[in-house]
């Protein structure tokens, strides 16, 4: 049986490696040289193709097996992530997306750039992009090598290194040929493979219990153990006051983190103006709305029909969940509905992480080139140079990634994604928004903003208990834990506006009036917007 299950999945997953290779190979045929080609598409993206390719771009294989996984463990607290996740959109839809679109060209440096002095603050935000990519990239890279023993039964690590070399491989191939247009159709492919996939699960789930949501439920509750506590909050942020204070700290981290993403704000500049932008923006909640729900059908319809027990003893994290699920929705082991909705699982949570990976290693490559190898130069690189560097940067990062990725395939990664929106909203989102609304913003508000949050953020995980201090941190040998939370966004979050503002009100330099108003009246008209 694991052999189907192995065989099944692999062909499945080849048919979307082959049919995005030949995707990524009919776009490189066309003219790929200048930057808004590479970066933006051409900027020909209609707004439904968008919205597509930012759900694709946002629902990763940590949100299609990670967050039913925890809410068929923990029950109701698990849904933190499903809310947190979907709520972050509305932050993007009113604040950022057309304001965005209509400041910037390809990066968030480009935003804020628009007024200040260009050199500090293009290497302070390209810095702080690339440092949230990797670390996202990373979680995305370890996910794919836990996969094969997941999934597939390759439990060696060998097994596990290959996958990860092949995924690293790949993205690299999908970005330095393809660019931006390449990596939009694979994320287009990727979000209806997913949502078909998910839209299946839910509706056999739903199935199984006649439609009666109440009795899908209780039937989680009863064989959780945990009665009723099981669909009430506490169970697992209700222990004490610090299991609280990590509760607000990672849904400050997962509602403000989205906003300052650097491969979703790369996604407004496919578009050619700020109208689609936010057309693209509605599109997308919609899609991501659908299946964030639909994740919390599957995570409770796992604890009713699989038992959090089950799902425990195959994964203490609970990320076989859903693999599982489908298993028993097919008819469970031995039977060819259950090894056909298996491998079909398998293959798309493998898509997933494909068309993700290649999606931020395009972001993380234009902020190489575009904000740090610019800035650098001094600019007297040609667009079409820039470009060059920013093939070779996907080339560098691709490497760093896969070799992050072998070092730590042993570890429990699942942090570095939570970190990756933390970072986000610490150092990208408070630049962002002075920028835009904030008269009086500087040249050193703008880098003290980046890393007065950029740093506490990565030094509080160093002294949390996720690096040392327990049995379940990554060292757990080691004990040099001084900060009680394993996400640093309660702290980190105020420290990025705290220090933006101070380095505002300390600086001698007088804000440019009539840039801001430049600024401003682009953002809000879309007058002089590329």
């Known amino acids: 049986m694991r052999v189907d299950h192995q065989m099944s999945a692999l062909l499945l997953f080849s048919v979307f490696v082959a049919v995005t290779l030949g995707i990524t190979t009919w776009v ?75 400041c910037g060209r390809f990066t968030l440096a480009d ?59 790949l993205m690299v191939i999908y970005v330095s040929l393809g660019g931006m247009r390449a990596t939009t159709w694979i994320q287009i492919v990727k979000a209806v493979l997913l949502l078909g996939g998910t839209v299946a699960l839910t509706t056999l789930v ?3 219990f006649h439609g009666d949501i109440n009795r899908l439920l209780h039937t989680a509750a009863d064989r959780s153990g945990h009665g009723d506590a099981f669909l ?22 997962l509602v403000l983190g989205t906003a300052g993403l650097p491969h979703i704000l790369s996604r407004f500049y496919t578009v050619p103006t700020a109208r689609a932008a936010r057309r693209s923006v509605v599109w997308s909640i919609g899609l991501i709305g659908g299946f964030y729900l639909m994740t919390i059908v599957l995570g409770f319809g796992a604890a009713a029909i699989i038992g959090p027990d089950a799902v425990r003893a195959s994964h203490a994290s609970g990320n076989t969940a859903v693999p599982l699920l489908a298993l028993d929705l097919g008819g469970g082991a031995g039977t060819t509905g259950g090894t056909i909705l298996f491998a079909v699982v398998a293959a798309v949570a493998f898509a997933t992480i494909l068309a993700v990976v290649a999606g931020i290693t395009l972001a993380s490559s234009a902020s190489v080139a575009h904000d740090l190898y610019a800035s650098l130069r001094r600019r007297s690189g040609t667009p079409r140079s820039e470009v060059a560097v920013a093939r070779v940067a996907a080339v560098g990062i691709g490497l760093l ?25 610490s150092a990208n989102l408070p630049v ?26 990565l030094v509080l995980v160093l002294l949390s208990p996720v690096v040392s201090g327990s049995p379940e941190s990554l060292f757990p040998g080691a004990d040099f834990q001084l900060f009680p939370l394993q996400n640093p966004g309660l702290v980190s979050i105020p420290l990025g506006f705290l220090a933006g503002w101070l380095g505002t009100v300390t600086s001698a330099e007088v804000p440019d009036e009539a840039r801001h108003a430049e600024t401003e009246v682009r953002s809000l008209t879309g007058a002089g917007a590329v």
């Open 432 to 457: 962002l928004l002075y920028s835009l609304f904030w008269r009086r913003f500087t040249t050193r508000g703008a880098v003290w903003s980046v890393y007065g949050g950029l740093v506490p953020a």
């Open 28 to 102: 490189s045929r066309r003219r790929q040289g200048s930057a808004e080609e590479f970066y933006a598409g051409g900027r020909l993206f209609s707004p439904m193709e968008n919205g597509f390719a930012i759900a694709g771009d946002y629902m990763s294989a940590a949100s299609f097996l990670g967050i039913s996984g925890l809410i068929a463990l923990v029950g109701y607290d698990g849904m933190l992530y499903s809310v947190g996740f979907l709520v972050a959109w509305l932050v993007v839809l009113f604040l950022v997306a057309e304001l965005v679109r209509n």
């Open 232 to 253: 009430a909050p506490g169970l697992a942020y209700g222990v004490d006051w610090t299991a609280r204070l990590e509760f607000i700290s990672l849904g400050l981290a």
């Open 111 to 169: 935003v804020v750039a628009a007024r200040m002095r260009e050199r500090p603050v293009r290497i302070a935000a390209g810095t702080s992009s690339v440092t949230v990519s990797v670390l996202y990239l990373v979680a995305q890279m370890v996910g794919a090598g836990s996969l094969v023993a997941l999934l597939l039964g390759g439990t060696g690590e060998a097994a596990q290194a290959w996958t990860v070399v092949g995924v690293g491989v």
């Open 206 to 208: 739903l199935l199984r």
């Open 401 to 425: 990634a896969i070799a992050l990725g072998l070092l730590a395939r042993d570890l429990n990664v699942a942090f570095l994604v939570g970190l990756a929106f933390a970072v986000a909203a």
